[in-house]
C-alpha cells in the first residue's frame, strides 16, 4: 500500500517590512524538527487521526479540520481535471502551536496537498499547489495570502508576484543571519489580527513601504546585508497589532540594545524574531525573550535560519 509522509516547516510571515508579500522559511539551528508533519496513505475509507503535542488544540470532528478540507480540494481539483482519486488516511502531526505567528496552519496545508500530490503521482506542479494552498489558508484567516505557505512550501525567503505563474521569486540568502524567535504562548487569531489594522494607508506610509521592500531586494541580489538590514521596518502592522502582545515594547528594547539588526513580529503574532548576525547574539536574545516574553507554559525560544528547502517529501 502506498504511503507518503510530508514535512512543512514554520516560517516568518510579513518579515516585518513585506506585510503579506514576503515570508522566510524556518530552521532551529539545533536541528528541531520545527513544522508539521502529514502522512497519507491509500485506505478503504478517508479517516484523519491527529496526533502531536498541539493535537489537542484542533477542532474534535474531522470535518473541520483544515486537513479534511484540503483532501476534499484536492478530490475536487482532481475530478475536475478528469483525474481518478481514491480515499486516504491521513495523519496529522501537530507540532507547532495554533495562532502563533508561526504558520501553523500553513505548515498543516502545504504538508497535506504536498503528501496528497506524491501519493498521486504529482497530478499538480508547483504553482497550481501553491495556489491552491493559498485558497485554503485564505478560508482560514480570511484573506488569501501567500506569505506563510510559499516559504514552507518551496523554502528560502519568497516574494509574491501577484501572478499565477510564478507565484513567488525566491530571494538571495544570506548564511551569515541568525534568526533568535519566540513564541510567548498566547494565542492570536489571524482573523482578529487583521481586524484591528486600518482598511486603508495614509500616503506617507505608502511612500514608506514602497521604498523599503524595493530596497531590500536590491540590497539582496547586491549582497548589501547591512543596508537590507536597515529598511526591515514594519510601518503597517506592527503599529496596531503591538497592543495584542505584552512585553513587545520591552523585548524589542532588549534586542536593539544588544545590536539586533531588526526586530519585528513573525506574521500576526505572538511570536516576535530579532535578525542577528551572529549566533552568539542570536542566543543571547533568545535567552533573553525565553525568560521576558514568555507569559505561560506554552512559550518557547529557538535560533533558526533561513532553510534552502521548504517542505520534504518522502515514503512513509
Ligand atoms: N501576512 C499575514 C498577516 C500573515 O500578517 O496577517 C499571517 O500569518
Redesign the pocket.
Known amino acids: 500500500m502506498k504511503a507518503i509522509r510530508a514535512y512543512a516547516p514554520a516560517s516568518i510571515?510579513?518579515v516585518s517590512l513585506g506585510?503579506?508579500v514576503l515570508g522566510a522559511a524556518l530552521a532551529p539551528v539545533d536541528g528541531t524538527r520545527f513544522g508539521d508533519e502529514v502522512e497519507v496513505k491509500e485506505a478503504a475509507h478517508f479517516s484523519l487521526e491527529t496526533i502531536g503535542a498541539y493535537a489537542h488544540k484542533l477542532p474534535d470532528d474531522a470535518d473541520s479540520n483544515i486537513v479534511t478540507k484540503c483532501y476534499h480540494y484536492f478530490c475536487e481539483k482532481m475530478l475536475n481535471d478528469y483525474k481518478a482519486v481514491s480515499p486516504v488516511a491521513i495523519t496529522l502531526h501537530k507540532n507547532l502551536p495554533i495562532g502563533s505567528?508561526l504558520?501553523s496552519s500553513?505548515s498543516s496545508i502545504v504538508a497535506a496537498f504536498a503528501a496528497l500530490n506524491a501519493l498521486f503521482d504529482s497530478p499538480f506542479d508547483d504553482d497550481t499547489l501553491l495556489t491552491m494552498m493559498g485558497e485554503l489558508e485564505g478560508q482560514i484567516?480570511g484573506s488569501i495570502?501567500y506569505?506563510?505557505v510559499a516559504p514552507c512550501f518551496l523554502g528560502g525567503m519568497t516574494l509574491m508576484t501577484g501572478s499565477p505563474s510564478p507565484v513567488t521569486l525566491s530571494l538571495p540568502l544570506n548564511d551569515q543571519w541568525y534568526y533568535a524567535i519566540c513564541y510567548s504562548g498566547i494565542s492570536v487569531s489571524?482573523a482578529a489580527?487583521?481586524d484591528i489594522l486600518p482598511k486603508q494607508v495614509d500616503m506617507a506610509t505608502a511612500l514608506t513601504f514602497g521604498r523599503q521592500l524595493g530596497v531590500f531586494v536590491h540590497a539582496l541580489h547586491s549582497k548589501a546585508f547591512s543596508l537590507a538590514a536597515s529598511v526591515m521596518q514594519d510601518v503597517i502592522?506592527e503599529p496596531y497589532r503591538k497592543s495584542l502582545l505584552p512585553g513587545f515594547d520591552e523585548a524589542r528594547a532588549f534586542s536593539e540594545r544588544e545590536g539586533a539588526l531588526a526586530f519585528g513580529i513573525s506574521?500576526?503574532g505572538p511570536t516576535v524574531f530579532a535578525v542577528c548576525d551572529s549566533q552568539n547574539q542570536a542566543e543571547k536574545i533568545a535567552a533573553y525573550l525565553d525568560k521576558n516574553y514568555v507569559q505561560n507554559d506554552d512559550g518557547f525560544s529557538h535560533v533558526c535560519q533561513i532553510p534552502k528547502l521548504g517542505t520534504l517529501v518522502s515514503k512513509a
Open positions: 510571515g510579513n506585510f503579506d505567528g504558520g500553513a484567516s495570502h506569505d506563510n489571524t489580527a487583521r502592522a506574521g500576526s
